[in-house]
């Protein structure tokens, strides 16, 4: 069993996840998840997960939430994820307009990405190749 957003319904897992979806979103979006975390825990800025997940689960429905696990679901079972080539794949657009957000987080959300697009290109994946190029400067 999980948790529903007590704004927009969205399923959480548990109440940490459902604490870090409306403070995330809040903080994001601004938006009725911000006006209801004001109204509910007025001090949420200040929280951590530990100290905001008690207080936003009290005003959750529980709802079903499925999880899919890795070696559960059909074709994946059996064999390392990260051999996958679509593991290099183009990531999927954000949820959101990166036209809702002020100038300095374009310029970090624009940066991360040609952050990311240069690691997939360059094929570094931080692995034992990268370790022993290291060693090798050494």
Do not use: I
């Not at 969205?10 to 975390?37: I, K, S, V, Y």
């Not at 007025?42 to 951590?48: F, I, K, L, Q, S």
């Not at 959101?96 to 997939?120: K, Y």
Request: aromatic share 6%; proline share 4%.
């Amino acid at each position: 069993m999980g948790h529903a957003c007590p704004v927009c319904e969205t399923p959480q897992r548990d109440a940490e996840h459902l604490a870090n979806h409306l403070a995330f979103t809040a903080m994001l979006h601004g938006d009725a998840h911000e006006a209801w975390l004001d109204d509910h825990a007025p001090d949420w800025g200040e929280m951590g997960v530990d100290e905001l997940a008690p207080v936003v689960v009290e005003f959750a429905d529980e709802v079903a939430y499925e999880a899919v696990f890795e070696d559960t679901a059909a074709g994946h079972a059996g064999h390392a994820h990260a051999d996958h080539a679509h593991e290099r794949e183009r990531p999927p657009a954000a949820a959101f307009d990166a036209g809702d957000l002020d100038g300095d987080a374009q310029r970090v959300l624009a940066e991360a990405r040609e952050m990311t697009r240069a690691m997939l290109e360059d094929g570094s994946d931080g692995g034992e190749e990268s370790e022993a190029a290291d060693d090798n400067k050494a």
